[in-house]
Structures are given as C-alpha cells and as structure tokens.
C-alpha cells in the first residue's frame, strides 16, 4: 500500500541496496537496545562455560580464554528495530575454536547462549559453527563497551542482532530447540534477516 | 511459540491528531482489524513510496488498553525520516499500514500488582502513560510513582492529565524534573535524574517497587537505569526499553 505523501528521499543507491534485507535501513550509528539495565561484568570476575544440557563441559576464566585463536570478522549487522550497519569490525574467538578446545564437536543441534543478566537466546548449531559466529572480544579493537555487550557479546551476524546476546557466559547444547528471551515474547524462533523473520508467524 | 501472537500488517486510519508540546504530537488510530494489548507495548509502522521503497519504525502505544483507537505520540526529529512525515504530511483521513502489539517484556497489566516505578525520558513517557491510564481506568490501588524527566515546562507530554491524576492522591504519584528550567511544583526538581532523587521517589511509595521501567533515549536509561541501581533496587526487577540512539 502506498502512503499518500510518503517519498523515497532516503532510499540507498543501488550497489548498496543489495546489501540492506528487507525492511531495514542504513543507520551510521550504533544503537544499544536491550532489556534491562548495563551489568558492568569485570574480566577477572569473568567465566564462560560450555555446557550440554545442564552437565559443564568447559569452563574458561578470561585468561585461558584470551589463549584461544585470536580471529577477525567484518560483517553487515541487521536490528530487528529495522537499522542495518555495515561493516562492523569484531575480533574475538570463533565458536569452531572454543568445541576444538574443548575437544567436541556439536553433540546436539542447538544451542541456547547465555547472558550475565539472564538473558538467553536460541541458535541452531550449524548457525554457529563453520566459521559463521564468534564470542567477540573487540569492536573496532578496542574492548567491547558494557553498553555494547562487553566483555564478551555473541556475533551472529547473518541473523538478527538480538542473536548475538551480550554479555555472555555460556553457550549450552540443548537437545531441542529451546525459545529464548525475546522468543518467549512474540519474537522469531530463527530470526533471518533476508527472509524478514522479525516476529512468531512471519514466514 | 503457540502463545506468541500473530500480528500482521493491517491499515489504520488517522481519526485524530492532536499536539502535545511544540514537538510531540498524538496520532489516534482506528484499526482496520482492532487487537488486544497490554500496556507497555509498541507498534510497527511501515510507510510506503510510490516505487516501493519502506521505511518502518516503532512507537509505544500510549492508550490504555481499554481504548480501542490506539494513541501514538511521535516526537518530531527535524532530521528524521519517519517522525517529521507524521509531523508534516500525515492529516486525518490517512491510512497507514501498522502491525501489532508487539513486546513482551516491558508491559505491566493491574494483574501484575505493584507498587511501581517508572522512570521516563521525553518520549519515553508514552508506554508508561499507558501503564498509568489503566491503572486508572481499572481503578487499581497499586502505588505508581512516575519520575518524568523533560528539558523544560512546555515539553511535558500529557502534563494536564498526569498533573490532574497526582492531585488524586489515589497512590499515584508524579515526579517531575525539568533540566533545563527552574521547577513549576514545588516538589518537583530541576537537574537530570539521579540517586538522591531515586531515594526520595521511592520515599513516596509504601514499599519498595515490585517493578520498575525505565524508558527514553539510550542515554537516558543507560543513566537512570544505573541511578536506580544505586538507589538499591535490584536489577533483575528493572525493565527497560531504549529508544535506540
Ligand atoms: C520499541 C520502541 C518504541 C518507540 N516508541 C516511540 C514513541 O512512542 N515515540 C517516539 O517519538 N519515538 C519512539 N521510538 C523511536 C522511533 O522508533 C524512531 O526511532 C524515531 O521516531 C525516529 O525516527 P525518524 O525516522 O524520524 O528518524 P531517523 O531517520 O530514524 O533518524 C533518527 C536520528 O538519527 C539520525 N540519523 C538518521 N539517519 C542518519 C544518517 N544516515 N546519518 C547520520 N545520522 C542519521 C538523525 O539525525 C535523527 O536524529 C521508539 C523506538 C523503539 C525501538
């Protein structure tokens, strides 16, 4: 439907269309979105455990996990709140090097990360692995901002943002599907930004 | 997923606009297919050019959901794309397309019980003033004070009714601080939201919050968020909702 009055002023040229998914715009900035209050987590206070169902598999303190490969990722981020950013520059540790490490494959086919509010959301094991998601440690270089999700936040790039949960501590094999945080509340099991996945019931 | 709702885009009619304060005016919408929400929720609006080109944002629904036209107040950013097009094109008569209720987090119905804190930056009032209209239509005794913080008088969105609901004394309370002005109330204040202030909110209510929502510009609830904290409220009853940048 077309809306009387409304213009295209801000539509994005051509070659970079392409690369903004449906019902999302350019943003410059960066806005911070989450559901509750900033925890300030302190890298020596700092773990991140594996886990398969409720049994540890590995537990990591902020050193040892620093030991682990070091990798660089620049990618398109796309907010269900509908901005898209380009090119946003993370470093931090591929998931594929934290199962190396921990010498496992993916045991299930889904995970559930977990936050140091509580937070949680689902992602299938094939959306994290194979050089596709990292607990990232660095924007821009420079350490991850608490507003940003530091210490260490999820990048999942090539689903919507609030897959990449912020202030992690865990990632846990589940044996189902487990819905997440904003899950439960009306948001997409999957969430693919190409296929507008935003709410339960899109496509 | 089976309790989450469905809600797919439908057009809503402008029955209504009304100015709030030199930059933020009310749109009230008739729903072409009318739904149930609960108060704290938002809206997607979409807007459509005439080669296909959409730009969409959210804005919380500031009605009670006892009202079956959905009020959004829009706060107009002169650079925007989405606020200034409500501001300046949209009239009464016009369809827009909208999809809803959406959020599941930051709503709180009477069911929920109180007592509450809510603690709004400029636009960030309009779910609170949801909260608080039904609050009032379901005649709930749960204490509700409301820490409203704009730059000056003249900015405060619904500042008749809220004045008017506080002079109740029926256990909701307003606080309002005004950051760029001298305060018009004498209990009220005039600098940015923080703990001291926090304390002296919470000393209005019986006991301490069940809840507390926090909405406005990230900055804002990033900064109040923190006060509350230090004020000694836990942060897993916090609730907040950030307006992006
Ligand atoms: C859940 C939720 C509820 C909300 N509820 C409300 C509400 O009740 N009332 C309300 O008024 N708002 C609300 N908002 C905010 C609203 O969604 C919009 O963000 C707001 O209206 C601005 O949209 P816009 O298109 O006018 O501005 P945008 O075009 O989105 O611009 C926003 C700001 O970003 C800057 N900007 C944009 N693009 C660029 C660029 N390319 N380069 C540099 N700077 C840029 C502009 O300077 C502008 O000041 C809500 C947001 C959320 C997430």
Redesign the pocket.
């Given at each position: 439907m077309v809306t009387r009055g409304f213009s295209s002023g801000r539509k994005p040229p051509a070659e970079t269309d392409a690369r903004i998914p449906p019902g999302q715009y350019?943003?410059?900035?960066f806005p911070v979105?989450s559901a509750g209050p900033t925890p300030r987590v302190r890298t020596e206070d700092w773990s991140f455990t594996l886990k398969h169902g409720p049994r540890p598999i590995k537990k990591w303190n902020w050193a040892e996990f620093n030991a682990l490969p070091l990798t660089k990722m620049t990618r398109d981020i796309h907010c269900v709140?509908a901005w898209t950013k380009f090119d946003t520059a993370w470093q931090g540790m591929l998931v594929d090097d934290i199962l190396a490490d921990a010498g496992i494959e993916a045991p299930t086919g889904f995970l559930l990360a977990h936050g140091y509010d509580g937070y949680t959301t689902n992602v299938p094991a094939k959306d994290l692995t194979t050089g596709k998601a990292m607990v990232a440690l660095l924007y821009e270089g420079k350490p991850i901002t608490p507003d940003h999700g530091g210490p260490a936040r999820l990048l999942v790039p090539h689903l919507y943002f609030w897959k990449s949960a912020k202030w992690l501590n865990g990632l846990q094999f589940t044996e189902r599907d487990e819905p997440g945080f904003w899950e439960l509340r009306g948001y997409h099991i999957y969430g693919d930004p190409w296929r507008e996945q935003r709410y339960s019931g899109d496509p | 997923m089976s309790e989450a709702p469905q809600s797919p885009w439908q057009t809503a009619k402008i029955t209504r606009i009304e100015k709030r304060t030199p930059r933020v005016t009310s749109f009230f919408f008739a729903l072409s297919r009318p739904f149930a929400y609960r108060a704290g929720q938002?809206v997607d609006v979409r807007l459509t050019a005439p080669d296909g080109y959409q730009?969409r944002?959210?804005?919380?629904i500031a009605s009670a959901p006892e009202s079956v036209t959905i009020e959004?107040?829009?706060?107009k950013?002169d650079?925007?794309?989405?606020?200034?097009f409500f501001h300046e094109v949209a009239v009464v008569g016009d369809e827009i397309e909208l999809r809803g209720p959406l959020?599941g987090h930051f709503v709180w119905s009477d069911s929920d019980g109180g007592p509450l804190l809510l603690v709004g930056g400029g636009?960030g009032v309009?779910p609170l003033m949801a909260m608080v209209r039904h609050r009032t239509l379901r005649k709930s005794v749960a204490p509700v004070a409301l820490m409203f913080s704009v730059r000056v008088w003249d900015e405060v969105i619904f500042r008749d009714e809220l004045i008017g609901l506080d002079d109740r004394r029926d256990g909701f309370d307003l606080v309002l601080t005004l950051t760029r002005e001298a305060p018009h109330r004498p209990s009220d204040y005039s600098r940015r939201i923080d703990t001291a202030m926090v304390m002296q909110a919470l000393a209005r209510l019986p006991q301490p919050p069940a809840l507390a929502f926090v909405c406005g510009s990230n900055a804002f609830v990033s900064a109040a968020a923190q006060a509350l904290i230090d004020a000694g409220i836990s942060a897993d009853i916090i609730r907040t909702?950030r307006?992006?940048?």
């Open positions: 350019l943003e410059q900035g979105l709140t | 938002h730009a944002r959210s804005y919380s959004l107040a829009i706060e950013l650079d925007g794309e989405v606020s200034p959020g636009s309009v909702e307006y992006g940048v």
